[in-house]
T-cell receptor, first 115, second 115 residues
């Protein structure tokens, strides 16, 4: 099955700096890569996703890049704010159709943004 | 829109007991998945239901079983509880449209503690 590796496990940055989280996947058939943010005691919430036919996607301060050849994708957060502090999970899926693919999650990155 | 709702939010059981967790999907969604999230880990896929049938299953023993009802709500049952079953159990829903590898909406989860 798919194996998703995520690094680093913890990341501390100063407010206003950028943060980068990296993930690799093993199954070249994976075609959908979402990122979830989970605040303490809360549900995971999708913050951005990318499909395999796109190399980069941006949404305000958040961007995701995908390198299909190397089988890795990254989350970039610019101008970090204290409210960005949370655990971030990457995931991969090879879904499609009515029986949609399961998500394989990384182990998570605890991001702390210091004021 | 109430989103994905789960019950109970917290529960404590002893080894060998059985537990039933419940989930109501987001309005308009007909596909329900269950994930187990151990402390400090990413969510692990248990199984997925669509049209009242189990469509995919992760690497979990037969002690884990589920059901989906005609109104798309779902139950997760775990028999013969082990200490290692202690975790946050997340329900997630999505619309089961053909060709969509879209967003999973998660509930707040049911925190199970096995003593």
């Amino acid at each position: 099955g798919e194996n998703v590796e995520q690094h680093p496990s913890t990341l501390s940055v100063q407010e206003g700096d950028s943060a980068v989280i990296k993930c690799t996947y093993s199954d070249s058939a994976s075609n959908y890569f979402p990122w979830y943010k989970q605040e303490l005691g809360k549900r995971p919430q999708l913050i951005i996703d990318i499909r395999s036919n796109v190399g980069e996607k941006k949404d305000q301060r958040i961007a995701v890049t995908l390198n299909k050849t190397a089988k890795h994708f990254s989350l970039h957060i610019t101008e970090t704010q204290p409210e960005d502090s949370a655990v971030y999970f990457c995931a991969a899926s090879k879904g499609g159709g009515s029986t949609l693919g399961r998500l394989y999650f990384g182990r998570g990155t605890q991001l702390t943004v210091w004021p | 829109d109430a989103g994905v709702t789960q019950s109970p939010t917290h529960l404590i059981k002893t080894r060998g007991q059985q537990v039933t967790l419940r989930c109501s999907p987001k309005s308009g969604h007909d596909t329900v998945s269950w994930y187990q999230q151990a402390l400090g880990q990413g969510p692990q896929f248990i199984f997925q239901y669509y049209e009242e049938e189990e469509r995919q299953r992760g690497n979990f023993p037969d002690r884990f079983s589920g059901h989906q009802f005609p109104n798309y709500s779902s139950e997760l049952n775990v028999n013969a509880l082990l200490l290692g079953d202690s975790a946050l159990y997340l329900c997630a829903s999505r619309p089961g449209l053909a060709g969509v590898t879209g967003e999973l909406f998660f509930g707040e989860g049911s925190r199970l503690t096995v003593l």
